[in-house]
């Protein structure tokens, strides 16, 4: 761990991952020297809630295709990842731009979750689509150990662009919409615990969810 000094959590398997997904051997990747380690690494520390940056409105992306917007994802993505996150928004590791990151695959460890597609969302915009709400468990990166009900939309249609400038607009339910209500709300400086109907639906994940059944924190 030590010659990772700028990862907190499990940089070795986040190092590993994204060497995998770069072509990378795995053995190239362990035994790389310590500027190669941290050019491979991009797992970043997520601050936590109380942290002046993640209550501040974000403003939006001006140029797609850049270098900094693509370096901006791999270091949301790879720092998703080694958290096993569902999600994560820039303000989250301290990029205060309109740029959230999602996916939800297939996991026995969440068993009633739906997948939701691998996303990149730049500047986006939600439309609820009634005023249908739901209340459902959520947990946060910024806010760990900890979960709360909180209601969403139920369905919304969501506009944006991704990484390119290329537009995305999709209609979506449940979970999937609940996930990018979520990680929006990130760019409005809005932490999950602010939408709570009653502080009572706070608590701890281990004591809410003692046999671990609960959703993906993003
Ligand atoms: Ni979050």
């Avoid at 468990?137 to 662009?161: D, F, I, M, N």
């Amino acid at each position: 761990m030590g010659v990772f000094p700028d990862c907190t959590v499990f940089p070795d398997e986040g190092a590993l991952s994204y060497a995998s997904r770069a072509g990378v051997s795995t053995r190239d990747a362990t035994t790389a020297s310590f500027y190669e380690a941290k050019a491979l690494m991009a797992v970043r520390p997520v601050l936590k809630m109380g942290h002046p940056l993640l209550a501040r409105v974000a403003p939006p992306v001006e140029r797609f295709g850049t270098r900094e917007l693509r370096d901006l994802v791999v270091d949301l993505d790879d720092t998703m990842r080694a958290l096993n996150g569902a999600g994560l928004a820039a303000p989250q590791i301290g990029v205060p731009l309109r740029v959230v990151l999602f996916e939800v695959d297939a996991n026995p460890r969440y068993p009633h979750v739906e997948p939701v597609p691998y996303t990149v969302l730049v500047n986006p915009e939600l439309t609820p689509l009634g005023d249908e709400t739901e209340e459902a468990w959520e947990g946060c990166l910024s806010v760990p150990g900890l979960r709360g009900l909180v209601p969403r939309y139920k369905s919304l249609r969501y506009r944006g662009h991704d990484v390119e400038g290329r537009p995305i607009d999709r209609t979506v339910h449940g979970f999937h919409a609940r996930v990018v209500q979520h990680e929006v709300d990130h760019l409005d400086g809005i932490l999950y615990p602010m939408r709570l109907r009653d502080l009572r639906n706070l608590g701890y994940e281990d004591t809410l969810f003692p046999d671990g059944l609960a959703v993906p924190p993003d």
